[in-house]
C-alpha cells in the first residue's frame, strides 16, 4: 500500500491549502485515515481523522480552521487548512489503516508534504 500525500506549499498568513493523498495497492478495505504533523524536534501530532464510516475528529485546537474529509470511491483523504498560521507550518503526514487481503490489520504512513505559513 502506497500513500501519496501532495498539496503542501509556501504560503502566506491567512491563506488556504488543501491537501490530498491517495492510497493505493492491493488491500481489503482502507478503514481509518488520519493527518498528522511534525515540526523539528518535536514529536509527530495527530490533526484529524475520519473512519470508514465518515466520523471525523479534528484535534480541539483545529477545529475552527481545519477540515478532513474523504472520496471513498478515489481512496482519497483530504485536509481542508483555512486560515493559516505561522505556527501551522510543519510537515504533514497522512496515515491509513487497513484491512489487507489477509484480513490482518495494516498501518502505513505517507512520505510527507510541507507546509510553511509567513507572516
Known amino acids: 500500500v502506497q500513500l501519496q500525500a501532495s498539496g503542501g506549499g509556501l504560503v502566506q498568513a491567512g491563506a488556504y491549502l488543501r491537501l490530498s493523498c491517495a492510497a493505493s495497492g492491493s488491500f481489503y478495505s482502507l478503514e481509518d485515515m488520519a493527518w498528522y504533523r511534525q515540526v523539528p524536534e518535536k514529536q509527530r501530532e495527530l490533526v484529524a481523522t475520519?473512519?470508514?464510516?465518515?466520523?471525523?475528529n479534528v484535534e480541539n485546537s483545529l477545529r475552527d480552521r481545519f477540515t478532513i474529509s474523504r472520496d471513498y470511491g478515489k481512496n482519497t483523504v483530504y485536509l481542508q487548512m483555512h486560515a493559516l498560521k505561522v505556527e501551522d507550518t510543519a510537515v504533514y503526514y497522512c496515515?491509513?489503516?487497513?484491512?489487507?487481503?489477509?484480513?490482518?490489520?495494516?498501518?502505513?504512513w505517507g512520505q510527507g508534504t510541507q507546509v510553511t505559513v509567513s507572516s
Open positions: 496515515h491509513a489503516k487497513v484491512l489487507t487481503r489477509r484480513l490482518t490489520w495494516a498501518e502505513y
Open positions: 475520519i473512519n470508514s464510516g465518515a466520523t471525523i
